[in-house]
């Protein structure tokens, strides 16, 4: 990448840094801190109308301007944060764990529960995401924890795909043979000897994946089938005040940059992770 | 074609079919876990509890769920989707001229984007390392990285609000000349090639890319070959397969593309419907909506997996 020959590297805790992927670390703790201190930080509480006017400008006291309802928008991005960074980094999580527990499981016992498991999730995979969330919103409605589990649900086989395609490789090496004539039980086998081999691709998968769960948690709640009144996360927050965009409001467009902001630290951080930290044996 | 290639693709095909199977099931099986009894939900609150039953016996709710599944599963084969529960319309007839504007929405995209895309992947990646290249690089990922609303709002913003070239919604039933013709789909166009292309483009430079580095692209390049001879006559041709995987790949985007863009520009396509269905929770509707685009998703990757076959030459 064009950024990595640029930007100047230095020397910190004993591995060289690129100034990109410190500056999207940044950005992306910078929210982090957002969303867990939301409630202490915001100006006004986000259900108050503080201004007179719908869609107002940017001005001293209300720095993002104002809503569709002069609620204020600074306060309304920054409670946002909470649930797009939230309700992603759970339905992550949960995906990335089972994903992984299953592929490693897959490619330790291999046989017909491999097949099994892996029909099965290709299968679910060749829903389309957007489609699949539709569906069940439309089928047990919309809270956080049915959001959480579908985007979980929706990303299990690609991170399961990954993780069995690395434990595979693994699998087939000397020490693993060993550990198995030693009679190791297959829960030693994924914890001790495939996971510590493969955790660092696994863990730049998760940033990805984070990122296509924002993205898809964004476009469910801006379609209207993410997170309901009053809570607001970015996506819905982009819906509510779509009427501002043919006065292009900064009530319209700061979200949205929010969402491109926290998408594209992350692509940056994975892209530009210290080549230390990446090669370095476990 | 010999007979392992053959055997390799019937195998897809196979799969394709068993999958199709699955995909259906699991929307059958997700509208049918809509909570609340169908027939009281259709027949209101003031319905007497005969009523109910009746309709719950007429409409075959008392069989279990895998016999349900069969009897639609046979229905769609006679062509016949089931009636819609919130106007009492055949979803047949709903679906029919919302389907022809989605597909012409979706075959315009695809005829600019392909072009698009291919040409500046490929020039991408002839181009290596170079400014252009380096433009056209961090321009796709930054659209892939952002929401597809995002690259609508900002197309709306930039076509509609500053340059007022364009109108921001669509109406295609106000079409009564060309120009109308254009302004209309110009906006949903625009935003979904820009959605599509992006992928293209990052798929084609990578495919180019890796061709241009192997052995025989390094020969050509030693025994005095131009640089366009080069990547036109000896790269592009193996990396023809690759790239039209990659082009069935990125179509399938379109199905994501699509929900997003028709709901935005409130264009009166399929998937508009499928987004009003779910507000109003009409099962048939949405069962019928979900359907075809699976169908379809399932279509464009088969299709990327079976030329990705094909176009091995090892398998030839």
């Not at chain 2, 659209?143 to 690259?151: H, L, Q, R, T």
Request: overall charge positive.
């Amino acid at each position: 990448m064009t950024t990595r020959a640029a930007a100047s590297r230095r020397s910190l805790l004993g591995h060289s840094y690129n100034l990109v992927g410190v500056a999207a670390a940044l950005v992306i703790l910078a929210w982090t801190l957002v969303a867990i201190f939301a409630p202490y930080i915001i100006p006004h509480p986000i259900g108050d109308i503080v201004d007179d006017d719908y869609f107002g400008p940017m001005r001293q006291g209300l720095w993002l301007g104002s809503d569709y309802l002069g609620r204020d928008m600074l306060s309304r991005v920054l409670m946002g944060a909470r649930y797009t960074v939230g309700i992603s980094l759970a339905a992550v999580s949960i995906a990335c764990f089972s994903g992984v527990v299953l592929g490693m499981i897959a490619a330790v016992t291999g046989g017909w529960l491999d097949t099994c498991l892996s029909r099965f999730l290709d299968a679910m995979n060749s829903i389309p995401s957007k489609l699949f969330g539709l569906v069940v919103v439309a089928a047990v409605g919309s809270s956080i924890p049915v959001l959480i589990l579908t985007l979980a649900v929706i990303y299990i086989p690609g991170a399961y795909r990954f993780a069995r395609a690395l434990a595979v490789n693994i699998n087939t090496m000397d020490f693993i043979t060993v550990a198995r004539v030693r009679g190791e039980s297959t829960a030693y086998l994924i914890g001790s000897e495939i996971l510590p081999n493969i955790i660092r691709p696994v863990l730049a998968d998760f940033g990805l994946r984070f990122v296509f769960i924002v993205l898809l948690l964004s476009g469910l709640s801006f379609l209207g089938l993410g997170l309901q009144p009053p809570l607001a996360d970015w996506g819905a927050l982009v819906r509510e005040n779509i009427g501002g965009l043919p006065f292009a409001a900064p009530a319209v467009i700061v979200p949205s940059l929010a969402i491109a902001s926290l998408t594209i630290s992350v692509n940056l951080l994975i892209d530009n992770l210290p080549q230390k930290i990446r090669d370095r044996d476990a | 074609m010999t007979s392992g290639v053959l055997n390799l693709v019937l195998k897809r095909l196979a799969i394709a079919l068993v999958t199709l199977l699955i995909v259906l099931f699991a929307v059958f099986f997700a509208t049918s876990m809509l909570p609340g009894d169908t027939a009281s939900i259709l027949l209101g609150q003031a319905a007497t509890p005969e009523a109910v039953a009746g309709l719950r016996e007429a409409m075959h709710l008392n069989d279990p769920a895998i016999l349900r599944f069969l009897r639609w599963l046979l229905g769609l084969l006679h062509g016949d989707l089931g009636t819609s529960y919130a106007n009492e319309m055949p979803v047949a007839a709903l679906i029919g001229g919302r389907f022809v504007n989605t597909m012409k929405l979706a075959g315009i995209t695809t005829l600019i984007s392909v072009p698009l895309a291919l040409t500046l992947g490929i020039t991408a990646a002839m181009l290596r390392g170079s400014l252009y290249d380096r433009i056209v690089t961090v321009l796709s990922i930054g659209v892939i990285s952002v929401p597809e609303f995002m690259v609508a709002t900002l197309s709306v913003l930039l076509f509609a609000v500053y340059l007022k070239w364009l109108p921001a919604l669509s109406s295609v039933n106000e079409a009564h000349s060309l120009t109308d013709l254009v302004r209309i789909y110009a906006m949903p166009v625009i935003t979904l090639t820009f959605v599509i292309s992006a992928q293209m483009i990052r798929m084609t430079r990578a495919a180019v890319i890796e061709t241009l580095s192997t052995p025989y692209v390094e020969m050509a390049l030693l025994k005095g070959a131009s640089r366009g001879r080069m990547v036109l006559r000896h790269a592009l041709p193996n990396a023809l397969g690759p790239i039209v995987n990659a082009v069935a790949l990125s179509l399938s985007y379109l199905v994501g593309g699509v929900i997003i863009v028709e709901t935005i520009f409130n264009y009166p396509g399929i998937a508009k419907l499928m987004v009003d269905a779910v507000a109003t929770r009409d099962l048939p509707l949405i069962q019928s909506c979900a359907m075809i685009f699976c169908l379809g998703y399932l279509f464009l990757i088969t299709a990327a997996d079976i030329v990705a076959i094909m176009s091995n030459p090892r398998l030839r």
